[in-house]
């Protein structure tokens, strides 16, 4: 299979451990087959030991750490993991602040407070657009689409509480919100077969706005739905996940740029996303 570079260079990032990538694995490298095998893709045990594994960083004032598709950020149903209930018992704490949060189904890296200041300005970053967020989503697309290509997407959505579903409506719809995103078309899947109906493709994308669901959405609507996707995918995009067992949603928040809450400091982190989805763009 050919190789593409999956990350170009970016700045110096401050990590502790996990799996981040620094400045030399950046060049060149590719995600490796190994990542995607074995428990990285059933994870659905959270436990101190477990979780150890996952922490990027960690100091006084905040922790950033991976977390694997199938885990809720946070959760009311008793016995289910979930990462706050995780975090509280690893820092043996009963205060963390959920800062943002990631589909129970994606993968991806969060940041939390580890004390109430500390997530308090965190949220405000978020909340202005200050948190830099990227991602990578594995998508299958009605027509092939030209490595490179780049594009903006701006629709209005509008948000169904009572079956947690969102989708693309008109701008004067009532409680219709503007979602604009960016994409790039990263690289598409090797050997894919003349009759398939649709190309599987890697896309990075930049989130300008933050709604529900919005990547998958947007992405669904643009004839891009990303696979594992049951709820806004296509026939043919739940068929190909089904016939590749991919089983979680193929969209990982790989990046994050914050400042530091209390030093200002810019804090970057990557990872290479495991989920099954991008196993097809695997060296």
Request: with cysteine.
């Amino acid at each position: 299979m050919e190789k593409w570079k999956m990350l170009k260079e970016r700045e110096q990032m401050e990590f502790v451990s996990g799996n981040i990538l620094n400045r030399d694995i950046l060049n060149g490298d590719v995600l490796n087959r190994d990542s995607l095998k074995g428990d990285n893709l059933n994870r659905n045990v959270l436990n101190r030991d477990s979780l150890n594994g996952d922490i990027l960083y960690e100091d006084k004032e905040i922790i950033v750490c991976r977390k694997m598709a199938g885990i809720a950020v946070q959760t009311a149903r008793i016995g289910e993991a979930d990462m706050e209930s995780a975090l509280k018992n690893y820092l043996r704490t009963s205060y963390i602040g959920i800062v943002h949060r990631l589909d129970q189904l994606v993968e991806g890296i969060l940041v939390f407070g580890k004390t109430k200041d500390a997530a308090a300005a965190l949220s405000r970053q978020s909340r202005e657009r200050m948190m830099n967020k990227e991602y990578y989503a594995a998508v299958a697309a009605a027509k092939p689409v030209p490595v490179k290509e780049k594009c903006t997407l701006v629709d209005y959505l509008k948000k169904d509480g009572k079956g947690n579903i969102s989708r693309v409506t008109c701008p004067d719809e009532k409680d219709a919100k503007r979602a604009e995103l960016s994409y790039e078309v990263i690289g598409t899947a090797a050997g894919q077969e003349q009759d398939m109906e649709i190309s599987i493709a890697l896309v990075r994308v930049c989130l300008k706005t933050g709604r529900h669901h919005q990547i998958r959405v947007q992405m669904a609507n643009a004839g891009m739905p990303i696979l594992g996707d049951n709820k806004y995918g296509s026939r043919e995009s739940k068929a190909y996940s089904s016939e590749n067992h991919v089983k979680n949603i193929a969209l990982c928040a790989y990046g994050l740029e914050f400042a530091h809450p209390r030093t200002g400091k810019k804090m970057n982190f990557q990872i290479v996303p495991s989920g099954e989805g991008f196993r097809c763009f695997a060296s």
